[in-house]
């Protein structure tokens, strides 16, 4: 499976970005997919993860709750971040990633696949 990113880039505190993810060799839809963010001095944090748009499988971060929310196109086969109310604490590299399972992603487990990375920089 290959994941590429896009839609990163420089917003205000306050702002919104919205960041895609295009999936391309996954032979089925009930994939696990999402973002994890990394900072260079902090530990990675799993942003959000979905399986469908039922918010029953979807997992979003205590972090960005209420202002990050997550879709999934499975025609386009491409997911969507829609960033609000930026913070500058939303700085950091976001990377699109598969993970086994919504607990795996949970937990904070390693990734089975992720793509190169978009740069969100929030400026106050």
């Known amino acids: 499976v290959q994941l590429q990113a896009s839609g990163g880039g420089l917003a205000q505190s306050g702002g919104s970005l919205t960041l895609s993810c295009a999936v391309s060799?996954?032979?089925?839809?009930?994939?696990?997919i999402g973002w994890f963010r990394q900072w260079p001095d902090r530990e990675r944090e799993e942003v959000t993860c979905i399986i469908n748009n039922d918010d029953r499988y979807k997992y979003i971060a205590e972090s960005v709750r209420g202002r990050f929310t997550t879709s999934k196109n499975d025609d386009e086969k491409t997911i969507h971040l829609l960033m609000n109310s930026l913070e500058r604490e939303d700085t950091a590299k976001y990377y699109c990633?598969?993970?086994?399972?919504?607990?795996?992603?949970?937990?904070?487990?390693?990734?089975?696949?992720w793509g190169q990375g978009t740069l969100v920089t929030v400026s106050s």
């Open positions: 990633a598969i993970w086994s399972s919504l607990l795996s992603c949970r937990r904070g487990d390693r990734p089975l696949s």
């Open positions: 060799g996954a032979t089925q839809d009930d994939y696990v």
